[in-house]
């Protein structure tokens, strides 16, 4: 079987070497997906000095050139994110609004770029708002072409107005961890089937 390639893009607000839950889950969705013969990497967003816009490059030192060449590289893309008010970061946001130059660029064979890619999400937060995040970052995603799994989130959240991180909750096997497993599978599964028989030029 072939090796297929994902990313993960940590959407974390905090940058540098500072720990973060969101990411925790990305690595941990990235190495479930190792189980399929995907392999991979995660890019804290937060550290790329990406600016803010639509196109393809912001120009003037813009971080998010080298970031889309590893999407367009990628076979799955995983948006790890945290909660915050309710909503994906502003970092998720700011990710999503830098794909959104993809609805006018197309591959070689004049498809949208992002079709024949699978993307997933992974959101953790001390609040409820996990499926209202997800549900937010999958539309967006699909608009530009991605194709979505089933069972293709994963997410842990907290006691409401409580303190306790992903990070430090210890191991969630049962639910967390078994959501992770499942994602993997699908995903896998369907970037494989993908890489065999591609959606058709129009």
């Avoid at 639509?54 to 998010?64: A, L, Q, R, Y």
Wanted: proline fraction near 5%; charge should be negative; glycine fraction near 10%.
């Amino acid at each position: 079987m072939t090796t297929l390639r994902a990313l993960v893009l940590g959407c974390s607000l905090k940058s540098g070497p500072q720990e973060s839950s969101s990411e925790l889950l990305g690595r941990q969705i990235l190495d479930a997906l190792a189980d399929h013969d995907v392999e991979g990497e995660v890019i804290r967003v937060a550290d790329r000095n990406i600016k803010f816009g639509v196109s393809t490059d912001e120009g003037d030192g813009d971080g998010w050139p080298a970031v889309r060449e590893k999407v367009l590289a990628a076979d799955i893309l995983v948006i790890a994110t945290p909660i915050w008010m309710g909503q994906p970061s502003s970092v998720a946001k700011m990710v999503l609004e830098r794909l959104d130059a993809e609805l006018s660029e197309t591959d070689e064979l004049g498809r949208p770029s992002m079709y024949n890619k699978i993307a997933v999400v992974g959101v953790v937060g001390n609040e409820d708002g996990a499926h209202h995040v997800i549900a937010e970052v999958f539309q967006a995603l699909n608009d530009v072409g991605f194709t979505i799994p089933a069972a293709g989130s994963a997410y842990w959240v907290g006691e409401a107005l409580g303190k306790v991180d992903y990070k430090d909750a210890g191991p969630k096997p049962d639910t967390t961890g078994a959501s992770v497993k499942d994602l993997a599978a699908t995903a896998a599964h369907l970037a494989h089937a993908l890489a065999r028989d591609p959606y058709p030029a129009e």
